[in-house]
């Protein structure tokens, strides 16, 4: 089973509107975090934001915020006033707790394509 | 203060013939993790280290593929013979720690004919 998956392909949205990234993930470790990550055409991957799992509030930054719904294992992005230059490629990704002591890296979706017209 | 930085950016290479990525992290940033991304997905870990210590390479191709950190800062990636199949985009990527944030470079293309 995909550890995240992202529903979305492709989203289109107009420049000064909001839009809303949707990702939901499955896991059974009760502490891990969840991060978006923008990826350009010029191929580096941006971090935007993060959200842990025992985080009471929602996490925001700048334009960017996570609407964090635990029960529903959903992390969805939403970026308030789109610009041209968020056009890119998007990316929910999961990090789980410690295991053995050991870690594990990031575990990614499949991403999602947002473009921003004039 | 200065990024990942990944070299070279694009490399285009006959199957069979040997290739190598390097990587420069974060200033200070102890841990070193190497992604690959094939074509409209998401980045997958191949191995993780830890200081110069790989910690993690369950997903790494240990038939063709090899890494090293030297001293613990630069690391490099090596496929030896590259195949068809191997054509992706390498991701280097750093972080404090184990727990912190992961900054990524800009990646090495790579095109095997």
């Known amino acids: 089973a995909q550890k995240i998956t992202q529903t979305q392909p492709g989203m289109f949205v107009q420049e000064k509107e909001a839009v809303t990234l949707d990702c939901t993930y499955d896991?059974?470790?009760?502490?891990?975090?969840l991060f978006w990550y923008k990826q350009p055409s010029s191929g580096e991957m941006i971090f935007l934001i993060y959200q842990g799992s025992y985080d009471q509030q929602n996490a925001t930054e700048g334009r960017y915020s996570l609407n964090f719904q635990k029960a529903r294992k959903s992390a969805n992005l939403v970026i308030s006033a789109s610009q041209l230059g968020d056009s890119a490629m998007y990316f929910c990704a999961m990090r789980e707790a410690l295991v053995n002591q050991a870690g594990t890296a990031l575990i990614f979706g499949k991403g999602t394509t947002l473009s921003v017209s004039s | 203060e200065a990024g990942v930085v990944q070299s070279p950016r694009y490399k285009i290479i006959e199957k069979k013939q040997p290739v190598a990525f390097w990587c420069n992290p974060i200033?200070?940033?102890?841990?070193l993790y190497w992604y690959r991304q094939n074509l409209g997905q998401g980045p997958e870990l191949l191995i993780r280290y830890e200081n110069e210590e790989a910690v993690d390479d369950s997903q790494l191709p240990k038939d063709r593929f090899s890494a090293e950190r030297l001293k613990g800062v630069d690391s490099t990636l090596k496929i030896q013979p590259a195949e068809l199949g191997d054509s992706a985009v390498y991701l280097c990527a750093s972080s404090l720690t184990l727990l912190e944030t992961q900054y990524f470079g800009p990646g090495t293309r790579l095109l095997v004919l």
């Open positions: 896991t059974s470790d009760p502490s891990y975090g």
């Open positions: 200033s200070g940033h102890n841990t």
